[in-house]
């Protein structure tokens, strides 16, 4: 009688368990990005590495993954809102920590569960005198940069005043050759592409080194998400991490053109 009891509580206990887990997992998870082009990250007309990244994730968590495209500003909106479940990729500011959670190892950022690694480089046109020597900044009119992008804080705090009215990288390029601004910061992938694409960005515009600014760039979860999925959180982070450095990856990376 003892044992017969014994195992009607261990099928019991399982059971708990499994029902448990499965109100620990979502059955869809919605994350936002960049409706721009962020080469070789986010392109518009084809997977850039972020989503191929992300479809990789989606396989290993077992979970349904949507995808939506926004205006980057929109997004962290939106998370913040808890419409969506999570934005990527996002660089670390400490005001952003309002909008959503990063992953932590303790009470520091986790840079291993980073989605990817890029800079900001200062651009200008070829002759200018705009200057950036790795400490000072030195420019006299305005500095171009893509709204809502975290570069834009620094470019302040060295004492830059910042037109971020544009949205894209291309279109910040356009406003420097119409002597809109004096320089723009952007991501140094994406700017460089560009101006190896097309002869009049060749021409006329030069990178200033050293870059602004090295970064990681994160999947950032909403605090609602979070508060009620915590242990997922953390499978989704070790999941972006475990592709991120996996074999396959590093290939697609290493031959992404």
Same mark, same amino acid.
């Given at each position: 009688?003892?044992?017969?009891?014994?195992?009607?509580?261990?099928?019991?206990?399982?059971?708990?368990?499994?029902?448990?887990?499965?109100?620990?997992?979502?059955?869809?998870?919605?994350?936002?990005?960049?409706?721009?082009?962020?080469?070789?990250?986010?392109?518009?007309?084809?997977?850039?590495?972020?989503?191929?990244?992300?479809?990789?994730?989606?396989?290993?968590?077992?979970?349904?993954?949507?995808?939506?495209?926004?205006?980057?500003?929109?997004?962290?909106?939106?998370?913040? &809102? +808890?419409? @969506?479940?999570?934005?990527?990729?996002? #660089?670390?500011?400490?005001?952003?920590? *309002? !909008? $959503?959670?990063?992953?932590?190892?303790?009470?520091?950022?986790?840079?291993?569960?980073?989605?990817?690694?890029?800079?900001?480089?200062?651009?200008?046109?070829?002759?200018?005198?705009?200057?950036?020597?790795?400490?000072?900044?030195?420019? &006299? +009119?305005? @500095?171009?940069?893509?709204?809502?992008? #975290?570069?834009?804080?620094?470019?302040? *705090? !060295? $004492?830059?005043?910042?037109?971020?009215?544009?949205?894209?990288?291309?279109?910040?390029?356009?406003?420097?050759?119409?002597?809109?601004?004096?320089?723009?910061?952007?991501?140094?992938?994406?700017?460089?592409?560009?101006?190896?694409?097309?002869?009049?960005?060749?021409?006329?515009?030069?990178?200033?080194?050293?870059?602004?600014?090295?970064?990681?760039?994160?999947?950032?979860?909403?605090?609602?998400?979070?508060?009620?999925?915590?242990?997922?959180?953390?499978?989704?982070?070790?999941?972006?991490?475990?592709?991120?450095?996996?074999?396959?990856?590093?290939?697609?990376?290493?031959?992404?053109?």
């Amino acid at each position: 009688m003892n044992i017969f009891v014994n195992r009607l509580a261990m099928v019991a206990l399982f059971s708990f368990a499994l029902v448990a887990h499965a109100v620990d997992r979502p059955e869809a998870v919605k994350f936002c990005y960049e409706d721009e082009n962020v080469y070789p990250w986010v392109l518009k007309d084809r997977p850039g590495l972020n989503i191929l990244l992300m479809n990789s994730v989606e396989k290993i968590i077992g979970v349904k993954l949507e995808l939506v495209q926004r205006p980057w500003k929109r997004c962290q909106a939106e998370l913040k &809102n +808890g419409e @969506v479940d999570g934005i990527f990729s996002a #660089s670390y500011k400490k005001e952003r920590l *309002e !909008l $959503g959670v990063y992953p932590m190892a303790g009470d520091k950022l986790d840079e291993s569960k980073a989605v990817m690694t890029d800079s900001y480089s200062l651009y200008r046109l070829k002759g200018s005198r705009a200057q950036w020597d790795g400490k000072n900044l030195t420019i &006299n +009119g305005l @500095v171009g940069a893509q709204s809502g992008y #975290s570069v834009i804080g620094q470019l302040k *705090e !060295l $004492g830059a005043k910042v037109d971020d009215g544009t949205g894209s990288a291309d279109n910040n390029l356009l406003k420097l050759l119409a002597g809109r601004v004096d320089a723009v910061a952007l991501q140094t992938l994406e700017a460089d592409n560009l101006i190896a694409a097309n002869p009049t960005f060749a021409t006329k515009v030069e990178k200033v080194t050293p870059p602004l600014v090295v970064k990681p760039f994160y999947l950032m979860l909403s605090k609602q998400f979070n508060a009620k999925f915590g242990d997922f959180c953390k499978e989704i982070w070790a999941a972006v991490a475990q592709v991120r450095d996996s074999a396959d990856f590093k290939s697609k990376t290493r031959d992404f053109k």
